[in-house]
């Protein structure tokens, strides 16, 4: 399965898989900028993309930006849409207490492909019994 990459900025960074086995793709910041702590910003990765037939592309976090700086996608998972040819832009929020600078190059974000699954929608008057039913948060205790 082949991915398109399309560089819209001529110093973007094509996405590439860390290890061989990894599900993510990293995604890299094409600009410098500051967060500040408590804000977000949208980071520029200078790529436009044609996912293949029948997938999404999934935004995450990295998870050492997260553990050590506490830095995530505000969106997350974002998606992207098989039909979008735009360039990608990753959400990013400082929850931390200090500014994080962006740098040029920087591994922001990560991006699954993934398969899509279209339902027929269907308008009822009820659902089926199941043992859960309408228990939510917490309804399973905290052990």
Not at 87 to 113: D, P
Request: proline share 4%; charged share 20%; net charge negative.
């Amino acid at each position: 399965m082949k991915l398109k990459i399309v560089k819209v900025d001529r110093l973007a960074e094509i996405p590439k898989y860390a290890h061989t086995n990894d599900a993510g793709l990293d995604l890299f910041s094409l600009e410098e900028l500051e967060i500040p702590a408590g804000e977000s910003k949208l980071i520029h990765t200078g790529i436009s993309i044609e996912l293949p037939q029948g997938t999404e592309a999934q935004i995450r976090p990295r998870s050492g930006l997260a553990l050590k700086h506490q830095i995530t996608v505000l969106n997350t998972p974002g998606t992207i849409d098989e039909g979008y040819r735009g360039e990608i832009g990753v959400i990013l929020i400082n929850h931390g207490k200090n500014s994080f600078k962006v740098t040029k190059g920087m591994k922001i974000a990560q991006m699954v492909i993934a398969p899509v699954i279209h339902v027929e929608v269907e308008e009822a008057d009820n659902l089926s019994y199941t043992t859960r039913g309408v228990n939510g948060f917490g309804s399973t205790g905290v052990i």
